[in-house]
């Protein structure tokens, strides 16, 4: 029988006043995908740090290839082949791709000097055995996210390692990237190397993972084979809830409110080439797409970001002449952006001042800021959408990725009185949060909001909106209400489409 690469027993960590492991065991075998769930606090970093070397359990004892070790520290866990590639990514941006690859393992040449030509062959290998084309010369900072996780993957490959644990990779990739990534995961299953993969997307889990271990509060739940599992079940041992309790229900009748936010025939670019639709007050309208369809482009030139080369863009039936950030704000349009901590968020700041941050007109006398009343306002939305921490004044960096975007949804729920737009508002958070979130987004369109969310989550799409808007190749493709959503007619509209326009580019 196969030894495994690494086995937990019994683990224990206690902070003051929290016991974040209670007696978890945790096993991984050589070429075994192995997922790790749980919600935030579920214990799934404290324990991804013990494996890395980043924290010494209080209790419990930890055997890496059948013997048993107590690591001092993540250089050295690295060192015997452990690689943790967090989501934050750990690179430097001002060195080159091949610097970063080799930064531990740089080759010599004569007299013991560091060779630059073996430095850049052999991280030009490692990026060719990942099947992707990145100039190893160029500098790290210049690189797409995407491009830059793979320069991580790399740079613990040339470590020959036995154990790789993914913290939510898929964060801040999508669409090919991720098919990319999964295919360079199979790969290393094949070459016997053992992985721990943390993602909050359940799809993703189905897709790639042999075995899933669930935490919650600390403590394990469950080990089964994937084949084992069900979204459902699994969901259910996370937070408790059976999955028809996930999403809030859907009115019964097709809303008949005003029209609110009218976008007709909208151009911009070559990626949105033709895109009409419509939100009424109190509907949630999602648009779906594959990655590249044109969705958040369509958002951003409605919020006024992106130009808008040819079309209209009214709000109630007024057109929008002048299309800036400003003016949509002005008329009573919020905007939660996808990527909340490099446009959404100012992490050095306090929640309350992130809360108040459109409307700072509110909280000035004669150009001077009045933190009382910031902090009224603030007390009172951190109380509305339950955002946990401890004041108001903490600082929004120091929050759990659900806690950031439940402050992002509270700013733009106080503004927006006619239109939000909400362009992937789950993404990075976990069950739990999802659950509280998607009720903010039913309980603002039930108090007649027009709720335009974009989502890659099909899941999300169909549990959450009362009609879809799909996107292909910078086109509307189709729209689906009632009981014609469903996951297979979102997809069918959204790839045939896709499949479509590839021919037709082709020819």
Known sequence: MAVPVIRLTAIE?????VKSLDRVDFTVMPGEIHALLGENGAGKSTLTAVIGGAVTPNAGTIEYLGRPVAWRSPKEAQAAGIHVIHQELALFPELTVAENILLTE??????GLISP??????????LNGLGVSIDASARVGDLTLADQQMVEIAKALVGQPRLLVFDEPTA???GREVDLLFENMRKMRGLGIGIVYISHRLDEIFEVADKVTILKDGRLVATQPIEDLTRDSMINMMVGRRLEQIYPPRPSEPSKGRVVLSVD???LGHRVKDVSLEVRAGEVVAIAGMVGSGRTEVAEAVFGERPVEGGAISIEGEPMSRCSPRESIRRGIGFLTEDRKDKGLFLGLSIASNIVAPALGEVTNNGLLNKAKELEIAQKQVSDFSIAAPSPLTRVGALSGGNQQKVLISRWARIADRALILDEPTRGVDVGAKVEIYRMIRALA???????MISSELAEVVG???RVVVMAQGRVSGELAGADVNEESVMRLAVIAEQRGDAEARE
């Not at 960590?13 to 006043?17: D, F």
């Not at 030509?117 to 490692?126: C, D, F, G, I, Q």
């Open 446 to 452: 039930d108090r007649g909001i027009a709720v335009l």
């Open 265 to 267: 025939r909208l151009k």
């Open 464 to 466: 959450l909106a009362d």
């Open 117 to 126: 030509r073996a430095r850049l062959r052999v991280a030009e290998e490692a």
């Open 172 to 174: 801040v990739i999508a």
């Open 106 to 111: 740089q080759p010599r040449g004569l007299f």
């Open 13 to 17: 960590k206690v902070y003051p006043g």
